[in-house]
C-alpha cells in the first residue's frame, strides 16, 4: 500500500523529492477589514488568516490585568474538504485551534497589551495535508502585518514517513496512506519549538531525522514569510539585508 | 483560561521556592526531576465494562472502560473496526472543572489518547470485522477523571492499556440471510503492543518528568511522547504556551523511550496479575 | 548620526547588547537586540542606540495623548464610562472602554453634570496605566458631540451652554464641545 507513493527513484506521487516542499505562495493583506492579514497556498491549501486587535475583551471576566489574551479559530469551510464538511465545530479544529494557539502565544510580547485580546481567525478554504502548518504560518504573518510586537515570526512545516523514507512536508494522500506526521513549528531567528506533534510510528532514529527534516521546512517556510512581508512593505527590487555584525 | 491554571493560584513565593529547588535537582514534592509519582493500576473494577483500569498516579486518579459492541463501519473503511475515544475531566475533579461538555483539555486528551492508540496499531482494526461492509466491532473508549492532579495524559494511557488489554469481545455468527447473533460467549480482543505515553514540563529551563497540577500551574511547556513495546514514538504532543529547543526535544526522545520501558513492565504485571502498584 | 536602514522582521537581529542598546520597537534576549516589528532599523551611532521605525504605523491601544471619542455607557455622579468608537479620527472596532472621571469638587455643591447614558463625547487620553484608559476633557474641542433628551430622547438643540429638547422643551445641562451638533 505504502509503496506505491514513492516510485523507484524515491521520487513521490507529485513527483517531489523526499525533501522537497510543496509550491508555497503568501499574500499579505489579503482582508481590508482585518488589522493584519495573509493568504496562503501550500499545495492545494488554501487558508486565510486574519488578525483582529488588540481589542477589549470579551467575555470582560476573561480580561488579564497584566497581559493580552490571545484567542485563535482554525476552522475549515464545508467545501474545504473532499466530502463536505460539517460546518460545525469539530474535535479536530478545537485540539488545532489550541496548538496554533500556545504556537503562536511564545512569540507575541502579550506583556505589551495588558486587557486586551488578540484573535486570530484561520479560515480553510480549501484542505490539502499539512493545513494547521500552514495555518499557523499564515497567522504569523498576518499578526506582523497586524503590527503587533512579536519576538520572532513562526514557521511550521510537517515533515514525516512515507513508504519507508524519511520526507518533508506531507500532502493529503501520504498522511492518509503514510507511516508518520511530525506537524513542527519554530520560531527561526530564536531556534525554538513552538508546535510540536506526532502521529505515525518512528523508530528513535527516525524519529531524529524527522524532526531535523521538519525544521529545514520551517526554515524554508520562513524564507516564504520573510519574503511576502518585505515584498510588501519594501517592494520587491530592493534586496534584504542580513545584520551587519 | 485553562482549568489547570485556574487551579491552583500559585503564589510567588512557591514559585521561587520551586526554583530554588529545582536548581538543587529536587521538585517541590521532594522528587527527582525525572521521577515519577507513585503508580498503581488495577484492572477489571467496572464490570459491566468489556475491559476496565483504574490508575492512581499520585492523587490523579483515572478509570477508563472500554465497550467493545456491534456496529457498522464509516464507508471508507468497510474492512475496518471502529475506535471511539472519549475524555471527561468530571466535575468532582477538582474545584475548577465544571459540568457540561468536554472543554479544549478534554478534547485534546481524548484526541492525544486516541493517536497512541490508533498509530501504535495496539488493535489490529482489519480483525475487528464480521462482514465487510455490513458488521464490524465498535471498540469505545471512554476516559473519566476522578480526580486530577495533573499528568492526565499519562494517567489516561496507562488507564486505556490496561483497560484494552484486559478487554474481551462478545462472539457472533453470522446466518445465511446475513442476520448477526450476538452470542453469551467471549473472546480476548486481542493486543499487539503497549504504547505508553510520558509526559515533560519545562519549568524555569529544567525539565521534570510526571508534572503534578502545581507544576503544571508554573510550566512554560509540555511534551508528551508515547512509545509502543518496541520503543518506536507513535504520538506526540507539545502543550503550554512556552518553547523547547531543538536539543531539548531530541533529549526528551531518548529519555521517554527509557522511561517507556519501566512503565511498560508495570502495565504487563499488572495484566498478568490484576493489580500493581509501584 | 543616525543610520538608518535595514528592512527588518519581528526577530531579526540588530545587534549585540555590546554593540548597541535596544531602544523604541525592539527587545533584548540573551546577549542580542532584536526587532519587534516589521520596519527599519535606526543605529544612532552616537548614542549607540537602535530603534525600529515600523512600516505600519496605526492607533492600537489608545495611548496618552490621543484625542477618542465614543458613547457613554455608563454614567455615574463621579464618572462616566466611554465605548471609544474612533481614536485620532480613525474608526477603531477594537471596543476599548475609556474612563472619564469627573471629580475634583466634592462636597462643594452641585457637581456639573457632563454628559449622560448615550451622548457622544470627545476626550483626550490622560493615562493608561495598568490598561485602564484615563479620559479628561483637556483639549479645546472636548466635550459632548450628540446627545439626545435624557427625558423622552427626541433631538436636541444648543440652548446657550445648555440643551434643548425640541420635543418636550426640557432644558438639560452637559459640558458641550464647541463641535456640538445640534
Given at each position: 500500500m505504502t509503496t506505491t507513493l514513492l516510485n523507484a527513484d524515491k521520487i513521490r506521487l507529485d513527483g517531489r523529492k523526499l525533501d522537497e516542499l510543496r509550491p508555497v505562495k503568501i499574500d499579505v493583506g489579503v482582508i481590508k477589514n482585518a488589522d493584519g492579514s495573509a493568504l496562503i497556498e501550500f499545495g492545494k491549501n488554501k487558508i486565510i488568516a486574519a488578525v483582529y486587535g488588540p481589542k477589549e475583551v470579551h467575555p470582560r471576566h476573561l480580561t488579564k490585568p497584566d497581559r493580552a489574551i490571545v484567542k485563535c479559530r482554525y476552522h475549515m469551510t464545508p467545501f474545504s474538504t473532499d466530502t463536505r464538511k460539517n460546518p460545525s465545530f469539530s474535535r479536530r479544529e478545537i485540539e488545532i485551534s489550541k496548538v496554533i494557539r500556545q504556537a503562536l502565544e511564545p512569540a507575541i510580547i502579550l506583556e505589551d497589551y495588558p486587557r486586551s485580546s488578540i484573535e486570530v481567525y484561520m479560515e480553510v478554504l480549501q484542505s490539502d495535508g499539512g493545513s494547521r502548518c500552514a495555518a499557523l504560518s499564515a497567522a504569523s504573518v498576518a499578526l506582523?502585518?497586524?503590527?503587533?510586537?512579536?519576538?520572532?515570526?513562526?514557521?511550521?512545516?510537517?515533515?514525516?514517513?512515507?513508504?519507508?523514507?524519511?520526507?518533508?512536508?506531507?500532502?493529503?494522500?501520504?498522511?492518509?496512506?503514510?507511516?508518520?506526521?511530525?506537524?513542527?513549528a519554530i520560531m527561526p531567528s530564536l531556534g525554538?519549538?513552538?508546535?510540536?506533534?506526532?502521529?505515525?510510528?518512528?523508530?528513535?532514529?527516525?524519529?531524529?531525522?524527522?524532526?531535523?527534516f521538519a525544521i529545514k521546512g520551517c526554515m524554508k517556510v520562513y524564507q516564504i514569510q520573510r519574503e511576502a512581508l518585505m515584498n510588501k512593505y519594501f517592494g520587491q527590487s530592493e534586496p534584504m539585508q542580513e545584520s551587519t555584525e | 483560561m485553562s482549568a489547570v491554571r485556574k487551579?491552583?493560584?500559585?503564589?510567588?513565593?512557591?514559585?521561587?521556592?520551586?526554583?530554588?529547588?529545582?536548581?538543587?535537582?529536587?521538585?517541590?514534592?521532594?522528587?527527582?526531576?525525572?521521577?515519577?509519582?507513585?503508580l498503581s493500576i488495577e484492572t477489571g473494577v467496572i464490570e459491566k465494562a468489556s475491559g476496565s483500569a483504574r490508575v492512581?498516579?499520585?492523587?490523579?486518579?483515572?478509570?477508563?472502560?472500554?465497550?467493545?459492541?456491534?456496529?457498522?463501519?464509516?464507508?471508507?473503511?468497510?474492512?475496518?473496526?471502529?475506535?471511539?475515544?472519549?475524555a471527561e475531566v468530571l466535575p468532582i475533579a477538582s474545584a475548577y472543572a465544571e459540568p457540561g461538555p468536554p472543554n479544549e483539555e478534554a478534547i485534546e486528551l481524548a484526541r492525544v489518547s486516541d493517536r497512541g492508540i490508533r498509530e501504535s496499531e495496539m488493535l489490529d482494526f482489519s480483525k475487528l470485522v464480521i462482514k465487510k461492509g455490513e458488521h464490524?466491532?465498535?471498540?469505545?473508549?471512554?476516559?473519566?477523571?476522578?480526580?486530577?492532579?495533573?499528568?492526565?495524559?499519562?494517567?489516561?494511557?496507562?488507564?486505556?492499556?490496561s483497560a484494552l488489554s484486559t478487554a474481551k469481545r462478545p462472539n457472533a455468527?453470522?446466518?445465511?440471510?446475513?442476520?448477526?447473533?450476538?452470542?453469551?460467549?467471549?473472546?480476548?480482543?486481542?493486543?499487539?503492543?503497549?504504547?505508553?505515553?510520558?509526559?515533560?514540563?519545562?519549568?524555569?529551563?529544567?525539565?521534570?518528568?510526571?508534572?503534578?497540577?502545581?507544576?503544571?500551574?508554573?510550566?512554560?511547556?509540555?511534551?508528551?511522547?508515547?512509545?509502543?513495546?518496541?520503543?518506536?514514538?507513535?504520538?506526540?504532543?507539545?502543550?503550554?504556551?512556552?518553547?523547547?529547543?531543538?536539543?531539548?526535544?531530541?533529549?526528551?526522545?531518548?529519555?521517554?523511550?527509557?522511561?517507556?520501558?519501566?512503565?511498560?513492565?508495570?502495565?504487563?504485571?499488572?495484566?498478568?496479575?490484576?493489580?500493581?502498584?509501584t | 548620526m543616525v543610520k538608518?536602514?535595514?528592512?527588518?522582521?519581528?526577530?531579526?537581529?540588530?545587534?549585540?547588547?555590546?554593540?548597541?542598546?535596544?531602544?523604541?520597537?525592539?527587545?533584548?534576549?540573551?546577549?542580542?537586540?532584536?526587532?519587534?516589528?516589521?520596519?527599519?532599523?535606526q543605529y544612532d551611532i552616537k548614542a549607540r542606540k537602535v530603534t525600529i521605525q515600523p512600516v505600519k504605523t496605526r492607533s492600537m491601544i489608545p495611548s496618552q495623548g490621543d484625542s477618542v471619542t465614543g458613547t457613554v455607557e455608563v454614567a455615574h455622579s463621579s464618572m462616566l464610562s466611554l465605548r471609544i468608537q474612533s481614536v485620532n479620527g480613525k474608526d477603531s472596532a477594537a471596543g476599548f472602554t475609556g474612563l472619564l472621571l469627573l471629580g475634583g469638587q466634592r462636597g462643594r455643591g452641585k457637581r456639573p453634570i457632563i454628559g449622560k447614558y448615550s451622548d457622544v463625547i470627545r476626550a483626550t487620553v490622560v493615562s493608561n496605566r495598568n490598561g485602564i484608559i484615563q479620559l479628561a476633557l483637556k483639549g479645546k474641542d472636548d466635550g459632548v458631540l450628540l446627545a439626545i433628551c435624557s427625558s423622552c430622547g427626541s433631538k436636541v438643540s444648543r440652548h446657550g451652554t445648555r440643551i434643548k429638547c425640541s420635543f418636550c422643551g426640557l432644558l438639560e445641562e452637559r459640558g458641550l464641545s464647541p463641535d456640538f451638533a445640534a
Open positions: 506582523a502585518d497586524a503590527g503587533i510586537n512579536m519576538r520572532d515570526l513562526v514557521a511550521g512545516c510537517a515533515a514525516g514517513k512515507i513508504g519507508g523514507e524519511i520526507v518533508l512536508d506531507i500532502d493529503d494522500t501520504e498522511d492518509k496512506e503514510g507511516e508518520a506526521d511530525m506537524p513542527t525554538l519549538v513552538t508546535l510540536f506533534q506526532l502521529d505515525g510510528k518512528l523508530s528513535e532514529s527516525e524519529f531524529q531525522k524527522t524532526f531535523e | 487551579a491552583v493560584v500559585v503564589g510567588t513565593l512557591r514559585k521561587s521556592q520551586m526554583k530554588e529547588q529545582l536548581e538543587k535537582g529536587k521538585r517541590l514534592d521532594g522528587r527527582d526531576l525525572l521521577q515519577q509519582r507513585k492512581r498516579l499520585g492523587d490523579t486518579e483515572i478509570v477508563a472502560g472500554a465497550k467493545v459492541e456491534m456496529g457498522r463501519p464509516f464507508p471508507d473503511t468497510p474492512d475496518q473496526g471502529l475506535l471511539i475515544v472519549t464490524v466491532y465498535s471498540v469505545f473508549v471512554d476516559v473519566a477523571v476522578l480526580n486530577d492532579d495533573g499528568g492526565l495524559f499519562d494517567a489516561a494511557s496507562y488507564a486505556i492499556v455468527t453470522l446466518a445465511e440471510d446475513g442476520s448477526l447473533t450476538v452470542l453469551d460467549e467471549t473472546s480476548d480482543l486481542e493486543v499487539k503492543t503497549l504504547p505508553v505515553a510520558t509526559t515533560f514540563a519545562k519549568i524555569d529551563g529544567k525539565i521534570v518528568f510526571d508534572p503534578n497540577t502545581e507544576e503544571q500551574s508554573m510550566m512554560d511547556a509540555r511534551l508528551t511522547l508515547v512509545t509502543d513495546s518496541e520503543g518506536k514514538f507513535v504520538a506526540g504532543q507539545k502543550g503550554g504556551s512556552g518553547v523547547f529547543t531543538f536539543e531539548e526535544i531530541r533529549e526528551l526522545a531518548r529519555t521517554s523511550a527509557e522511561r517507556g520501558i519501566e512503565i511498560r513492565k508495570a502495565i504487563r504485571d499488572t495484566i498478568e496479575n490484576g493489580s500493581q502498584k | 538608518t536602514q535595514e528592512k527588518v522582521l519581528p526577530g531579526t537581529k540588530l545587534a549585540s547588547i555590546e554593540e548597541f542598546e535596544g531602544g523604541q520597537g525592539t527587545y533584548t534576549r540573551d546577549d542580542s537586540v532584536r526587532a519587534l516589528l516589521l520596519g527599519r532599523a
